[in-house]
C-alpha cells in the first residue's frame, strides 16, 4: 500500500470572471460575501486538470476524472451550462445548492447532502446560491462512466429526507452514499454507472476510523473540515489539513484519527471532515509532479 499527500498548496486555485457565468459585477463592499475568502464570485480549487489548468501529470486518478472545491458568495451562481458523458456528484459543505435542469428537476440542498447527474447524452442545469447572507461551499467531481450515451438521470441525497433511513448520519462513522448501479451488495442513496464509491466521515477530536481497501483497489481521500491524520498497515502515515488530498493505492487497512479542530456551518466543532472516493485499481494512476 502507498499513501501520497497532495497538498492544499499544490491545487491550482481558479477565480473567473463573473461575467462567464451570467453573473453580475463582484461586490467587495457588500457585507454578507466572505472576503476573507475570496474578493471574487467564486474560487475554485482543481485537484485535477479543469478549465484553464492544463497538467497532463495530474489529469485524473482513475475513473475520477474531476473534483473541484468550490465556495461561491452569496446571490451568486452557475448559470445554465450544458454537460455530457460524466457522473457528476456534487457533495455539499455549506449553505444550499440550489439546481435546475433541463429533465425539469428544481431542488435546493444543504450541508451534507448529494446532489447527482448522468448526463450521458446531454444536460443542461444550472447551480446557484440563493442566499442573500452566506456563502455556498461544496465538492463537485465528475467520475467517468462506463460507457458513452446514457439517458440523463438526476438523483440526491438529503440526510434529513426519507432516503437517509438506510445511512447513518451520526458522526465518527463511514456513510456509504455512492456506489455502482451493478453492485448488488450494498444499498446506497446514490448509485452510479460506474465501479465506485463514496464514503463520507465527520469526526469529533480525537476519534479514529478504519478501512480496509480491497486488493486491486485505490482510493482518492479530500479532507474537507478539519485536519486527519491516515495511517496504513505498515505505518505509512500521513497528516492532511483543510483542501489536502491523498492518493492511496493497493489494499491494505487505513486508520484514520481525527486531530483538528474546526467551527462548522451547525455552530459545533468538528476535528474532521473526510471524503473519500474508493475504486477500482488502474496502474500508473496518479500524479507524476509530485
Given at each position: 500500500?502507498?499513501?501520497?499527500?497532495?497538498?492544499?498548496?499544490?491545487?491550482?486555485?481558479?477565480?473567473?470572471?463573473?461575467?462567464?457565468?451570467?453573473n453580475?459585477?463582484?461586490?467587495?463592499?457588500?457585507?454578507?460575501?466572505?472576503?476573507?475568502?475570496?474578493?471574487?464570485?467564486?474560487?475554485?480549487?482543481?485537484?485535477?486538470?479543469?478549465a484553464?489548468?492544463?497538467?497532463?501529470?495530474?489529469?485524473?486518478?482513475?475513473?475520477?476524472?474531476?473534483?473541484?472545491?468550490?465556495?461561491?458568495?452569496a446571490?451568486?451562481?452557475?448559470?445554465?451550462?450544458?454537460?455530457?458523458?460524466?457522473?457528476?456528484?456534487?457533495?455539499?459543505?455549506?449553505?444550499?445548492?440550489?439546481?435546475?435542469?433541463?429533465?425539469?428537476?428544481?431542488e435546493?440542498?444543504g450541508?451534507?447532502?448529494?446532489?447527482?447527474?448522468?448526463?450521458?447524452?446531454?444536460?443542461r442545469?444550472?447551480?446557484?446560491?440563493?442566499?442573500?447572507?452566506?456563502?455556498?461551499?461544496?465538492?463537485?467531481?465528475?467520475?467517468?462512466?462506463?460507457?458513452?450515451?446514457?439517458?440523463?438521470?438526476?438523483?440526491?441525497?438529503?440526510?434529513?429526507?426519507?432516503?437517509?433511513?438506510?445511512?447513518?448520519?451520526?458522526?465518527?462513522?463511514?456513510?456509504?452514499?455512492?456506489?455502482?448501479?451493478?453492485?448488488?451488495?450494498?444499498?446506497?442513496?446514490?448509485?452510479?454507472?460506474?465501479?465506485?464509491?463514496?464514503?463520507?466521515?465527520e469526526?469529533?477530536?480525537?476519534?479514529s476510523?478504519?478501512?480496509?481497501?480491497?486488493?486491486?483497489?485505490?482510493?482518492?481521500?479530500?479532507?474537507?473540515?478539519?485536519?486527519?491524520?491516515?495511517?496504513?498497515?505498515?505505518?505509512?502515515?500521513?497528516?492532511?489539513?483543510?483542501?489536502?488530498?491523498?492518493?492511496?493505492k493497493?489494499?491494505?487497512?487505513?486508520?484514520?484519527?481525527?486531530?483538528?479542530?474546526?467551527?462548522?456551518?451547525?455552530?459545533?466543532n468538528?476535528?474532521?471532515?473526510?471524503?473519500m472516493?474508493?475504486?477500482?485499481?488502474?496502474?500508473?494512476?496518479?500524479?507524476s509532479?509530485?
Amino acid at each position: 500500500m502507498s499513501l501520497k499527500h497532495v497538498p492544499g498548496s499544490k491545487l491550482h486555485v481558479s477565480e473567473p470572471n463573473p461575467s462567464w457565468f451570467g453573473n453580475p459585477p463582484n461586490e467587495k463592499k457588500n457585507p454578507h460575501w466572505d472576503i476573507a475568502t475570496s474578493e471574487n464570485w467564486l474560487k475554485s480549487r482543481f485537484h485535477f486538470s479543469f478549465a484553464e489548468y492544463s497538467n497532463y501529470q495530474n489529469s485524473n486518478f482513475g475513473v475520477l476524472r474531476v473534483m473541484n472545491d468550490d465556495f461561491v458568495q452569496a446571490d451568486r451562481g452557475f448559470g445554465t451550462h450544458g454537460h455530457a458523458n460524466m457522473e457528476i456528484i456534487t457533495y455539499i459543505l455549506q449553505g444550499k445548492l440550489a439546481h435546475k435542469d433541463s429533465m425539469g428537476t428544481e431542488e435546493a440542498l444543504g450541508r451534507g447532502s448529494v446532489q447527482f447527474m448522468t448526463s450521458g447524452r446531454g444536460v443542461r442545469h444550472s447551480e446557484f446560491n440563493h442566499e442573500k447572507e452566506k456563502g455556498l461551499r461544496f465538492i463537485q467531481t465528475w467520475i467517468v462512466p462506463r460507457k458513452s450515451g446514457l439517458v440523463p438521470n438526476y438523483g440526491s441525497f438529503d440526510p434529513d429526507g426519507d432516503n437517509s433511513k438506510n445511512v447513518c448520519t451520526s458522526r465518527n462513522q463511514w456513510r456509504h452514499l455512492v456506489s455502482d448501479i451493478q453492485d448488488r451488495s450494498t444499498d446506497t442513496p446514490v448509485q452510479i454507472e460506474q465501479d465506485a464509491n463514496l464514503y463520507v466521515a465527520e469526526m469529533d477530536d480525537g476519534q479514529s476510523l478504519d478501512f480496509q481497501l480491497k486488493d486491486n483497489r485505490m482510493a482518492y481521500i479530500l479532507c474537507a473540515e478539519g485536519s486527519v491524520k491516515i495511517r496504513d498497515g505498515t505505518d505509512n502515515e500521513v497528516t492532511l489539513q483543510r483542501h489536502d488530498g491523498c492518493e492511496v493505492k493497493m489494499g491494505g487497512n487505513l486508520t484514520f484519527k481525527a486531530i483538528g479542530s474546526e467551527k462548522v456551518e451547525d455552530g459545533t466543532n468538528l476535528s474532521a471532515h473526510v471524503l473519500m472516493f474508493e475504486m477500482a485499481h488502474v496502474e500508473g494512476a496518479g500524479r507524476s509532479d509530485l
